[in-house]
């Protein structure tokens, strides 16, 4: 019986690769910020809230952007020093970033006062607000990628990174910027790995207006060596998180309506 059950999981798990490699090899992977200027390329802003949130979450749409030639800037708000190992963290995610193919002219951390890792810190969006704008203005940013609403984890950092660039939104002045944010799903979708696959492309082939894609991970293995360089952060249950989480091979993003 348990051979069966196991035998059944391996089946499908493989299938789903498969499926996910076969789809992103094919053209429709090219419809995600392809409107771009005269050369098709665009200023895109990743904002997360702690080192290693770029590679635990958001690595299918790094590895998407980078392979596009898009030009992508990352600004992480904070350096992730909720244990004290704030500046060992902050050169993890150079590392890290330089493995995901990210400039490391083009990653910013921030270690503000008012901007510390940790539950229970609300963070100030007028100051998220201020930085996320300078950012948006010295890189000319047309597009910006964040977490939505519930921020996959739940983590208030991350909820608040999202209603930073929400308010950004609303200013008419940067009506232009084009926003998506990391859709949460349910923890039985969070840890089905790739067999996810299944779900995501059937509810984003629904959204015939394209507010929603369904970015698939080419370089998996990539997304791996590069939450390996978070050494401080590489313990069982993140290997164990990594290898099971959807968002190691999927990215579900959805438009963000001002
Ligand atoms: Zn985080």
Redesign the pocket.
């Known amino acids: 019986m348990w051979i069966l059950i196991f035998t059944s999981v391996i089946t499908i798990w493989v299938a789903s690769l498969c499926k996910m490699f076969y789809m992103s090899s094919s053209s429709a992977k090219y419809y995600f910020l392809s409107r771009g200027g005269a050369s098709g390329k665009r200023n895109v802003l990743l904002v ?3 080192p ?2 770029e590679s ?2 958001f690595s299918p749409t790094i590895n998407y952007l980078t392979e596009m030639g898009h030009n992508l800037h990352i600004l992480c708000l904070s350096i ?1 020093n909720a244990d004290g190992l704030g500046n060992i963290r902050k050169d993890e995610l150079y590392r890290a970033c330089a493995e995901l193919k990210v400039p490391h002219q083009q990653v910013k951390v921030l270690d503000h006062p008012d901007l510390q ?1 940790g539950f229970g810190k609300v963070w100030s969006h007028s100051v998220m607000l201020k930085v996320i704008e300078e950012e948006v203005m010295s890189n000319r940013i047309d597009a910006i990628i964040t977490f939505d609403s519930y ?1 996959i ?1 739940g ?1 208030c ?2 909820r608040d990174v999202h209603y930073a660039v929400r308010k950004l939104l609303q200013d008419p002045s940067h009506r232009d910027i084009e926003a998506w944010e990391l859709v949460s799903t349910s923890i039985l979708r969070k840890y089905s790995g790739p067999v996810d696959i299944w779900i995501s492309t059937l509810s984003s082939s629904k959204s015939i207006d394209g507010s929603a894609y369904c970015i698939l991970n080419q370089q998996p293995w990539r997304s791996f060596h590069a939450m390996s360089k978070h050494s401080s952060q590489w313990v069982w249950f993140r290997k164990l998180f990594v290898s099971f989480s959807s968002y190691t091979y999927i990215n579900m993003l959805q438009r963000i309506d001002a």
């Open positions: 997360v809230a702690h290693d949130d635990m979450f992730g890792d921020g984890s983590h950092n991350h």
